[in-house]
């Protein structure tokens, strides 16, 4: 059975409660830092964050964001073996804590880009969106200087380490797709931009712990066929992001997640046909009344809409 999820803070408020009436339980850690900004993956720390959640009658499905994993192994830099051995460590813990998901990314130099914020939509909301022309000029990035192939050496060499682990700990990887799935991003390169380019990080490590963040948002910028993919792919998609957007990867919008391109009632049944059982949330949900757009694409308001609507989709696919 799909699950849906919410990204919620490690930390309780309104939101914890939120979840819970809408009845969601299955939640995402997206931070796993403390009020200094420090990022802490030690089991200890987790063990807190997970009996917070269990005593409130919520589960951690999913670590995405804030995994220790930097461009330090993504470019090959010196270091990347003890980064790795920190990564290892970090899918043991979430392995005794019962953690079934870690989600990552391979996004060296500049993460997910987004050029607007204030994209006005439906009623007013906001939205956000990205048009590569604007993102063009500045200074060349430090990473600018790294081959495709270098990239996808240092991917292989990171899966080959620590998908054994993942297997071992019970931990399911994620990857997810580059945002925007461009061939680069400012003279930065890309990889994760394209099915083919998911079918040769599959086929690199046969193991079902070495999968898929299915971002439907990244892969309906690529212009494929989204229900298609999510068959294409079936057993190997561990982690879901509901989203969609308008346009391609040199220029998108963000959409409501029920009044953009992709026909979302047949990704759900695709979902369904494939058997998947894993967790999915909203993502990228706009900014409404009342809210201050501080946190473009995170504010709660949109997330419990889009919710709903799954739930919706998922009641009608039953």
Excluded at 131 to 143: D, F, I, V, Y
Excluded at 144 to 163: C, H, I, P, Q, T
Excluded at 182 to 198: K, L, M, N, Q
Aim: aromatic letters at 10%.
């Amino acid at each position: 059975m799909v699950r849906p999820a919410l990204v919620l803070p490690p930390e309780p408020d309104d939101r914890w409660q939120l979840a819970k009436q809408i009845g969601v339980t299955d939640t995402v850690i997206h931070t796993l830092e403390i009020g200094d900004g420090t990022q802490l993956w030690d089991y200890d720390h987790l063990r807190r964050i997970c009996n917070w959640f269990e005593d409130a009658g919520l589960t951690v499905s999913v670590v995405e964001g804030s995994v220790p994993l930097t461009d330090e192994t993504r470019l090959g830099r010196d270091g990347r073996d003890e980064e790795i051995a920190a990564f290892q460590q970090f899918l043991r813990d979430c392995g005794d804590l019962g953690i079934p998901v870690v989600c990552y990314d391979w996004m060296a130099g500049i993460r997910w880009a987004r050029t607007s914020a204030h994209v006005e939509s439906r009623g007013g909301s906001y939205v956000t969106a990205y048009e590569n022309e604007k993102m063009l000029g500045g200074p060349t990035h430090e990473a600018a200087g790294v081959s495709k192939a270098e990239l996808w050496e240092n991917l292989e060499y990171f899966l080959d380490r620590v998908v054994p682990v993942a297997e071992e700990a019970g931990v399911k990887l994620g990857l997810h797709p580059d945002d925007p799935p461009r061939e680069d991003v400012r003279g930065v390169p890309r990889i994760i931009t394209s099915v083919d380019a998911y079918d040769r990080v599959l086929g690199s490590y046969e193991s079902e712990h070495n999968g898929v963040t299915f971002c439907q948002g990244n892969f309906a910028a690529m212009g494929v066929d989204v229900p298609e993919t999510i068959r294409h792919f079936g057993d190997r998609i561990n982690f879901v992001h509901f989203r969609d957007v308008d346009g391609d990867a040199d220029a998108f919008v963000e959409t409501w997640h029920d009044d953009g391109p992709t026909d979302m009632l047949a990704a759900v049944r695709a979902y369904r046909e494939i058997g998947f059982e894993g967790p999915m949330r909203p993502d990228h949900v706009p900014t409404m009344a009342g809210e201050s757009n501080a946190n473009p694409g995170y504010h709660t308001k949109g997330r419990l809409f889009a919710i709903g609507y799954m739930k919706g989709l998922l009641e009608r696919t039953r």
